[in-house]
């Protein structure tokens, strides 16, 4: 082991993630340039390399055109084994794709400071990450090897943006990082005041799409299968759909070039070879950056839109301009276009979030006075009779927080149990709300209905969450009982998955009439209750509301109703 002490941040991104370093040998944050990379950026796509029995990673891996590659796995984070890929022998969900991209980084550090120390790390998330996607990157991490003197901490996106370019801003203002890379725009208002020289920082508001470069090049790929497909040799072939999808992968780097290119110059033209299905296919092309901006323009409105929604009646300083995406002519015009008065920052769009990582990184090794304030940018609460969510720490709370409530039995039992709930909606049932854990409290003292409970949420640094709920003795002693929101909590909260899986599998050959047609019968059920509690009223308007929306979700909600209304 070398005596090298570093201070690391990585910016984990869906398209590419970047590492800079502060090494006791340096005083600045450096770019890091590992595993022979020439650009300091790691694409983050996984190859399976069959004969060597090792996974490939970056540009390596990205550089084999054509090849079933892992890519773009952070969207599903949060989601977990549900969204494994298997590609060949092999099989990975997005955690442990993040963990061998981190896994790269990792033991390129290890070689390029022969086994250095690592005092702190920090990695970047989205604003909007929830709890089980933050453990997700937290695990990865671990996973990847990474066990830092101080601690891993993660941070927004936004606010690290807002850290790096905050080094040329002088006066308090507000800010608005419009992050455009890959695969996903994030829009995000934030505050910053600098009261003598300590700056502070407070996300405020974001939104997102899921929209990014890799549309920008599926443009261009139609573009060139149109063109490919009016050719001589291209109307000879059968176009079936293994010839498009394999078409569609071969062109992705190809297309991508194209449009990298068309950000420098106003046109280009040129002859590529591909392999489509096992065969040479000669492709000739001439693209004018005109044409492409027709291609992409309804996206980008898109992206200004949203911009525009999350600003309001704001005042905004300045825009802060994010991600590799940005670097396209025609976004910064259309930001030019509609906020004539806000003037930008955008130097090295694609680095800048990995800087501001590496900069928090170094406040939290030097100890120095923490002045990047985080939010929590989704409410946390807590589920109640008529399947309602109390919700105790809302969007927009600095982080740490903590918040005690008290809360009173509905009924009689020596067991209460509660859904500790993470979203905006306070109906339960909402699909912008995720269920986090089940909160179960057995044996209880007082077991009327009536007696109080208090429940006490904790949200520390890096945006995890941890709940303790306590039942409350007539003397104001307590019993507690500690609650991870982890592998156990996790388990718990299967429940809520499997009432879903059960409600599929019970309507499964069910249409819209069928279950219109038993949403009916429950609803005739309800109306005769003489006395209705409040998840009545609910279940009434959402049965009622339901058979407009989603099939799904309808099955799930007359499922709940059936079980219900099966007990009156
Ligand atoms: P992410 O945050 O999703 O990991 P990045 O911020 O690295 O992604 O942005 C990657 C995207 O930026 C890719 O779609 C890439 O093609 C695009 N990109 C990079 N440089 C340019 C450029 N000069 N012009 C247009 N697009 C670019
Ligand atoms: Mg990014």
């Given amino acids: 082991m070398s005596d090298v002490r570093l201070i690391v941040g990585i910016d984990l991104g869906t398209t590419n993630s970047e590492c800079f370093v502060y090494s006791t040998t340096t005083n ?70 993040s963990t061998i991209i981190l896994k790269y980084i990792y033991e390129g550090l290890q070689q390029a400071y022969n086994d250095p120390i690592i005092e702190t790390l920090v990695i970047t998330v989205p604003a909007d990450f929830k709890d089980a ?31 790096a370019y905050g080094e040329k801003l002088n006066e308090a203002q507000t800010l608005v990082s419009f992050d455009l890379g890959g695969g996903t725009f994030d829009v995000t208002f934030l ?12 996300a405020l508001k974001t939104d997102g799409l899921i929209l990014g470069g890799r549309d920008f090049d599926r443009k261009i790929i139609d573009y060139l299968y149109e063109g490919y497909l009016a050719t001589d040799e291209g109307k000879a072939y059968k176009k079936d759909v293994p010839f498009k999808e394999s078409f ?19 046109s280009v033209s040129g002859t590529d070879i591909i392999k489509v299905n096992g065969n040479r296919i000669i492709l000739e092309y001439n693209i004018t950056r005109d044409q492409f901006e ?6 980008v409105d898109r992206t200004i839109q949203m911009t525009k929604k999350v600003i309001g009646e704001e005042e905004v300083g300045c825009i802060l301009m994010v991600g590799g995406s940005t670097r396209v002519p025609l976004i910064k015009k259309k930001i030019e ?42 409410p946390l609460g807590i589920s109640v009779s008529g399947d309602f969510v109390k919700h105790m720490l809302y969007e927009g709370t600095p982080i740490p927080y903590e918040i005690e409530e008290r809360f009173y039995r509905a009924d009689d039992g020596d067991e209460v149990s509660a859904f500790l709930v993470q979203g905006k909606d306070i109906l339960l049932e909402s699909r912008n709300n995720q269920i986090l854990g089940e909160i179960v409290l057995t044996g209880m003292k007082n077991t009327e209905a009536g ?16 709940v303790t709920a306590s039942e409350v003795e007539e003397d104001g002693a307590k019993f507690f009982n500690n609650f991870k929101i982890g592998s156990t909590m996790r388990v718990q909260a299967q429940n809520y998955a499997d009432l879903r899986a059960q409600a599929f599998e019970k309507y499964k050959d069910k249409t819209l009439q069928d279950l219109t047609a038993i949403a ?25 509301s339901g058979r407009y929306g989603n099939l799904e979700e309808f099955k799930v909600i007359v499922y709940r109703a059936d079980l219900k209304t099966d007990l009156y």
């Fill in 28 to 97: 600045t944050p450096e770019l890091q340039y590992l595993n022979g990379s020439l650009t300091g950026m790691y694409p983050s796509v996984i190859l399976y390399d069959q004969k060597a029995e090792k996974f490939i990673v970056g540009q390596e891996a990205k550089d084999n055109e054509g090849a079933k590659v892992w890519r773009e796995m952070k969207i599903d984070l949060g989601k977990g084994e549900a969204k494994k890929v298997t590609i060949g022998s092999q099989t990975l969900n997005p955690i442990t794709f």
């Fill in 133 to 163: 996607e933050r453990q997700a990157t937290l695990k990865a991490a671990h996973d990847a090897g990474f066990e830092p003197e101080n601690e891993i901490r993660l941070i927004n996106e936004p606010t690290a943006a807002a850290l």
């Fill in 248 to 266: 569609y992968l071969s062109a992705k780097n190809l297309a991508e070039r194209i449009k990298i290119n068309l950000s420098k110059t106003e």
């Fill in 294 to 299: 027709k291609m992409i323009e309804g996206l």
């Fill in 451 to 466: 007696a109080p409970v208090d429940i006490k949420i904790r949200v520390d640094n890096s945006g995890m969450v941890e």
């Fill in 520 to 544: 009916d019968e429950i609803i005739e059920k309800i109306e005769a209750r003489e006395e209705k509690v409040p998840s009545d009223h609910w279940l009434l308007e959402k049965l009622q």
């Fill in 191 to 202: 505050e910053y005041d600098n009261i003598d020289g300590v700056r502070f920082y407070q």
């Fill in 337 to 378: 276009e509609a906020f004539p008065n806000i003037p930008r920052v955008d130097d090295n769009p694609d680095l800048i979030v990995a800087l501001g990582a590496c900069i928090q990184a170094s406040i939290i090794s030097n100890k120095k006075e923490s002045f990047l304030n985080e939010i929590l940018t989704n």
